[in-house]
């Protein structure tokens, strides 16, 4: 079974950053692909970007050229990193594996961004 522990949330201004962390632990990692997901209160969890096993990336739209989703295979980890950040980035920060025919999700991190 797959568990996914995430860290490196918090309250940050606007225009600055975090990086997100989270740690798998079970077999086959590499293998995985890997998201992040974002869940604002009074709407709906949302994909924010994803990672194959191969390294290959997307990112939603409103994310992209801020954000940048990375994997350490060797650490079995994956890195949200999040550049000049914006109050509609906050939310509670969700990383997502999907093995096989089930997903699993991290507990869950708060991101705020305010002044």
């Known amino acids: 079974q797959v568990q996914l522990v995430e860290s490196g949330g918090g309250l940050v201004q606007p225009g600055g950053s975090l990086r997100l962390s989270c740690v798998a632990s079970?077999?086959?990692?590499?293998?995985?692909?890997m998201g992040w997901y974002r869940q604002a209160p009074g709407k709906q969890r949302e994909l924010v970007t994803r990672?194959?096993?191969?390294?290959?990336?997307n990112y939603a739209d409103s994310v992209k050229g801020r954000f940048t989703i990375s994997r350490d295979n060797a650490k079995n980890t994956v890195y949200l990193q999040m550049n000049s950040l914006k109050p509609e980035d906050t939310a509670v920060y969700y990383c997502?594996?999907?093995?096989?025919?089930?997903?699993?999700w991290g507990q869950g991190t708060q991101v705020t961004v305010s002044s």
């Open positions: 997502n594996a999907p093995v096989s025919f089930r997903d699993y």
């Open positions: 079970g077999s086959f990692f590499r293998l995985y692909a």
């Open positions: 990672i194959s096993s191969s390294g290959s990336t």
